[in-house]
């Protein structure tokens, strides 16, 4: 069970990252030209339809319009890094919180974990769903782990017979002892 919380955890991560990665692609293509003339389109439209009357409309879709294309454009110009910071901001929290989780189920392994989330917070890296196969090995490592501790504890509780030779032979002594009877007549 823990397994499967963790592992949808992980996707709901890689998927979100997907997201962004792809939202931010495409506004880097668009050029600024077509971001500022989408973002203008988009306030205009959206000032249009929030106010009330002809010539306040079209003053107040005037002013968005501007404002939207310096925005539109703005965001254009910048998705890349823009994409990138919002892509470390979301390793760094809810990866945060994955590897927490998985400290606190008994899973922390430094290696992978630490590779998995260098290997988040790069730009292009990140596409690999690297929180996925994070906990994918820490789950293999810790099976592996029971798994060993089950067999170890398995060799531990084997029977051994030990056979006390001391109480078996109490009576019994050598030949040649010199306390048997015809050892003394002689």
Partial sequence: MRGFILIGFALLIDFIQGMFMLAFAVMQFITPVGGGFTGALAAGWYCWKTSTGIIAGISSAASCFAAGGV?????S???IPLGMGIDVVISITLGGALILALGWMGMFYPGPIISAF???SLPLIDIIPGWTL???RCLS??????KAAKVQQQQNQTPTVVINTARAFDG???ANDNQSSYAQAA
């Fill in 172 to 174: 019994i002594r050598a």
């Fill in 71 to 75: 925005v539109g454009a703005g965001v």
């Fill in 77 to 79: 110009a910048f998705a």
């Fill in 141 to 146: 490592n810790k099976k592996a782990e029971e």
């Fill in 134 to 136: 994070l906990v994918w």
């Fill in 118 to 120: 260098i290997g988040e």
